[in-house]
């Protein structure tokens, strides 16, 4: 679950925004009225969401946003005419006054493409090393050689084999290798 952190030049806004959150079921990791504060906040966790006015003390919102570190998105608050000035797309924009339902809406949106980005990066299938596809590779050259198979049939026969056995390409190599 990413963490989020509230930032506003006023405390008293951020813990209104902080209350609406929590009565949904949301946890509020930290309510910041400086720059520095969020920086420092987002930098001590994993990843998150910020929600941010347009300008604190110390820095604007696009400063905030260049050093936040990966893994954080933004989810800027403002008049509209100071939104209209936002020009990174990757900054999410939501227009005050605020409404509640919207404000719930944008959060929940941002965290469902939090959920789909990570379980992207789950599915991501790990790279081989040079070790691991010189396995594989000796293993296609065995098969076409032997079994006179094109590399692309020796390639389909070690993936399914693989899949089959419920192995991992790489094992189903070394088993070849070891059996012929």
Excluded at 60 to 85: C, D, F, R, T, V
Excluded at 161 to 171: F, K, L
């Amino acid at each position: 679950m990413p963490s989020i952190v509230i930032a506003f030049p006023k405390l008293e806004d951020a813990k209104l925004i902080k209350n609406i959150l929590m009565k949904n079921g949301y946890d509020v990791n930290a309510l910041c009225t400086t720059g520095a504060q969020v920086v420092t906040v987002a930098n001590s966790l994993d990843n998150g969401i910020v929600l941010c006015g347009y300008r604190l003390s110390d820095m604007h919102y696009s400063e905030i946003y260049n050093y936040l570190p990966k893994g954080y998105e933004m989810l800027l608050m403002a008049s509209p005419a100071k939104l209209e000035q936002c020009v990174n797309e990757q900054i999410v924009c939501l227009s005050m006054p605020l409404k509640t339902r919207d404000l719930l809406n944008t959060v929940e949106m941002m965290f469902a493409s939090y959920r789909h980005k990570r379980k992207k990066e789950r599915e991501k299938p790990k790279q081989r090393t040079e070790e691991e596809k010189a396995i594989i590779l000796r293993a296609k050259l065995l098969l076409m050689d032997r079994n006179h198979m094109s590399e692309q049939e020796a390639h389909h026969y070690i993936q399914k084999t693989s899949m089959d056995s419920g192995t991992n390409m790489v094992e189903t190599a070394e088993m070849i290798l070891r059996l012929m």
